[in-house]
Protein backbone atom coordinates (compact mmCIF):
# COMPACT_ATOMS: atom_id res chain seq x y z
CA UNK A 1 0.00 0.00 0.00
CA UNK A 2 1.33 3.18 -1.51
CA UNK A 3 1.26 6.12 1.30
CA UNK A 4 2.69 9.61 1.23
CA UNK A 5 3.01 11.54 4.62
CA UNK A 6 4.13 15.33 4.81
CA UNK A 7 5.26 16.92 7.80
CA UNK A 8 6.97 20.24 8.44
CA UNK A 9 4.71 22.93 8.00
CA UNK A 10 3.82 25.25 9.97
CA UNK A 11 3.97 29.37 10.82
CA UNK A 12 7.31 31.08 9.51
CA UNK A 13 7.89 34.69 9.48
CA UNK A 14 8.32 36.10 5.97
CA UNK A 15 12.27 35.91 4.95
CA UNK A 16 12.46 32.62 7.12
CA UNK A 17 13.03 29.07 6.39
CA UNK A 18 11.12 26.00 6.67
CA UNK A 19 11.74 22.67 5.37
CA UNK A 20 8.53 19.74 4.67
CA UNK A 21 9.19 16.31 4.36
CA UNK A 22 7.14 13.92 2.69
CA UNK A 23 8.12 9.80 3.64
CA UNK A 24 7.33 7.76 1.49
CA UNK A 25 6.41 4.16 1.60
CA UNK A 26 4.85 1.20 -0.35
CA UNK A 27 6.96 2.34 -3.63
CA UNK A 28 9.94 2.25 -5.57
CA UNK A 29 11.67 4.54 -8.44
CA UNK A 30 9.36 7.11 -8.54
CA UNK A 31 9.39 10.79 -9.67
CA UNK A 32 8.83 13.02 -6.49
CA UNK A 33 6.76 16.59 -6.70
CA UNK A 34 5.84 19.17 -4.57
CA UNK A 35 2.72 21.44 -5.38
CA UNK A 36 0.86 23.82 -3.43
CA UNK A 37 -2.91 24.92 -3.08
CA UNK A 38 -3.75 28.41 -1.74
CA UNK A 39 -7.82 29.42 -0.44
CA UNK A 40 -9.45 29.96 -3.95
CA UNK A 41 -6.74 28.96 -6.30
CA UNK A 42 -5.56 26.29 -8.21
CA UNK A 43 -3.18 23.56 -7.26
CA UNK A 44 0.39 24.58 -8.68
CA UNK A 45 3.61 22.79 -9.36
CA UNK A 46 6.36 23.67 -7.08
CA UNK A 47 9.32 21.26 -7.91
CA UNK A 48 10.34 17.74 -8.73
CA UNK A 49 13.02 15.16 -8.66
CA UNK A 50 13.63 12.27 -10.73
CA UNK A 51 13.99 8.79 -8.80
CA UNK A 52 18.12 9.40 -8.67
CA UNK A 53 18.30 13.08 -7.88
CA UNK A 54 19.87 13.91 -11.15
CA UNK A 55 17.01 16.22 -12.38
CA UNK A 56 15.09 18.80 -10.72
CA UNK A 57 12.40 20.73 -11.76
CA UNK A 58 11.57 24.13 -10.25
CA UNK A 59 8.60 26.62 -10.63
CA UNK A 60 9.53 30.52 -11.54
CA UNK A 61 8.02 31.57 -8.77
CA UNK A 62 10.21 29.49 -6.59
CA UNK A 63 13.69 29.19 -8.50
CA UNK A 64 16.70 30.24 -6.24
CA UNK A 65 14.66 30.10 -3.16
CA UNK A 66 13.25 26.54 -2.96
CA UNK A 67 15.34 23.41 -2.94
CA UNK A 68 13.95 20.00 -3.45
CA UNK A 69 16.46 16.83 -2.14
CA UNK A 70 15.68 13.52 -1.40
CA UNK A 71 17.17 10.68 0.62
CA UNK A 72 15.97 7.02 -1.10
CA UNK A 73 17.55 5.13 1.86
CA UNK A 74 15.09 6.78 3.88
CA UNK A 75 12.04 6.95 1.33
CA UNK A 76 12.32 10.64 2.13
CA UNK A 77 11.90 13.92 0.06
CA UNK A 78 12.63 17.00 1.33
CA UNK A 79 11.56 20.83 0.23
CA UNK A 80 13.66 23.44 1.75
CA UNK A 81 12.08 26.59 1.87
CA UNK A 82 14.39 30.00 2.36
CA UNK A 83 13.57 33.30 1.92
CA UNK A 84 9.69 32.72 2.12
CA UNK A 85 7.31 35.38 0.84
CA UNK A 86 3.76 35.59 1.99
CA UNK A 87 2.74 34.81 -1.29
CA UNK A 88 4.03 30.98 -0.85
CA UNK A 89 1.36 30.59 1.85
CA UNK A 90 -0.52 27.44 1.16
CA UNK A 91 -0.77 23.80 1.56
CA UNK A 92 1.86 21.53 0.04
CA UNK A 93 1.22 18.18 -1.12
CA UNK A 94 4.19 16.10 -2.20
CA UNK A 95 2.71 13.50 -4.91
CA UNK A 96 4.94 10.24 -6.90
CA UNK A 97 4.25 9.49 -9.69
CA UNK A 98 6.82 9.63 -13.17
CA UNK A 99 7.74 13.23 -13.56
CA UNK A 100 7.12 16.38 -14.86
CA UNK A 101 5.08 19.63 -14.09
CA UNK A 102 1.64 18.66 -14.59
CA UNK A 103 -0.16 17.06 -11.77
CA UNK A 104 -1.89 14.58 -14.17
CA UNK A 105 1.75 12.65 -14.01
CA UNK A 106 1.75 11.96 -10.18
CA UNK A 107 -0.48 8.80 -9.37
CA UNK A 108 0.00 9.47 -5.37
CA UNK A 109 -0.84 11.85 -3.33
CA UNK A 110 -0.22 12.58 0.16
CA UNK A 111 -2.41 14.69 2.96
CA UNK A 112 -1.05 18.28 3.08
CA UNK A 113 0.55 20.32 4.92
CA UNK A 114 0.00 23.76 5.66
CA UNK A 115 2.19 26.82 5.17
CA UNK A 116 1.20 30.16 7.11
CA UNK A 117 3.17 32.92 6.44
CA UNK A 118 3.37 35.94 8.69
CA UNK A 119 4.21 39.21 7.44
Known amino acids: QVQLVESGGGLVQAGGSLRLSCAAS??????MTWFRQAPGKEREFVSAISWSGGSTLYADSVKGRFTISRDNAKNTVYLQMNSVKPEDAAVYYC??????????????WGQGTQVTVSS
Open 26 to 31: GLTFYA
Open 95 to 108: AAGRGGTEAGNYDY
